[in-house]
T-cell receptor, first 110, second 114 residues
């Protein structure tokens, strides 16, 4: 059974700092991995999707990497801003529908 | 990008009543739709997967007679919470997928059962 773990559970950083969120999964037989953002009481916003054959994807200040063999992904956020404050969820899809981690709650302090 | 809507965005109902939540794909045909439940500060847990025109597949521990799912068309799926109880209060999120492409998520429905 696929399990997804995200570390840390919560993170607080000052504005402008670069940061890394971690995601690990137990079954490396995945089709793709996605990073989502969720604001309090809201739905999900897809940030980046990495296919299993890819190693990384970039969008603006966000960069996500994937090491399928070791079951790890990182989300790098450059020059963090207060507007980046949200919960970041990692999810993997394989033979089963998307399996989500519990998320990392990020607070960027102005 | 693809848009998925949910209605209502929030609902309050009395214990013992039934509530229906709609999920619509607005600009694509969703061959598969998924229903998730999220408790406060927890992750999304998949409840069921539905394919258009066939019965939904429920995850272990999810009561199919309590959470009725209908995927009658390629753009609409409904989740009906029957005989709702306070422990059913949660955030329900649907997603829609065309073929094997990316899943697109709705904005969620906050259900409160009093």
């Amino acid at each position: 059974k696929q399990e997804v773990t995200q570390i840390p559970a919560a993170l607080s950083v000052p504005e402008g700092e670069n940061l890394v969120l971690n995601c690990s999964f137990t079954d490396s037989a995945i089709y793709n991995l996605q990073w989502f953002r969720q604001d309090p009481g809201k739905g999900l916003t897809s940030l980046l999707l990495i296919q299993s054959s890819q190693r990384e994807q970039t969008s603006g200040r966000l960069n996500a990497s994937l090491d399928k063999s070791s079951g790890r992904s990182t989300l790098y956020i450059a020059a963090s801003q207060p507007g980046d404050s949200a919960t970041y969820l990692c999810a993997v899809s394989g033979n089963t529908p998307l399996v989500f981690g519990k998320g990392t709650r990020l607070s960027v302090i102005a | 990008g693809a848009v998925v809507s949910q209605h209502p965005s929030w609902v309050i109902c009395k214990s013992g009543t039934s509530v229906k939540i709609e999920c619509r794909s607005l600009d694509f045909q969703a061959t598969t739709m998924f229903w998730y439940r999220q408790f406060p500060k927890q992750s999304l847990m998949l409840m069921a997967t539905s394919n258009e025109g066939s019965k939904a597949t429920y995850e272990q521990g999810v009561e199919k007679d309590k959470f009725l799912i209908n995927h009658a068309s390629l753009t609409l799926s409904t989740l009906t919470v029957t005989s709702a109880h306070p422990e059913d209060s949660s955030f329900y999120i649907c997603s829609a997928q065309e073929g094997m492409y990316e899943q697109y998520f709705g904005p969620g429905t906050r259900l409160t059962v009093t």
